[in-house]
């Protein structure tokens, strides 16, 4: 999809083209999924997930940081590990 849309566009525009492709391919996924921003126990707002990201808000360990500004895709790619 990178190769097909090149850099520059808005974040939706990509996030729409990847929907499209992880559908394609038969990979499940959720899309701006709300969750609840809590402090200290206690709810302090609403966000909504992008995909694949947010990895402290969701408890995950792992995950790619992907920047689509970029003229090959793969330098815009980095794998985030949570430590804490």
Do not use: W
Not at 18 to 38: D, H, K, M, Y
Not at 44 to 71: H, M, Q, W
Request: include cysteine; hydrophobic fraction near 45%.
């Amino acid at each position: 999809m990178h190769r097909v849309l090149g850099p520059g566009f808005l974040e939706s525009a990509y996030e729409e083209a990847l929907c499209i492709e992880l559908t394609r391919i038969g990979v499940r996924f959720a899309r701006q999924v709300p969750i609840s921003i809590r402090y200290k126990d206690q709810a302090v707002g609403e966000a909504r997930l992008d995909l694949l990201s947010y990895l402290k808000a969701t408890d995950l360990g792992l995950g790619l940081l992907i920047t689509f500004n970029v003229p090959l895709l793969p330098q815009g790619i980095r794998r985030v590990v949570r430590t804490c």
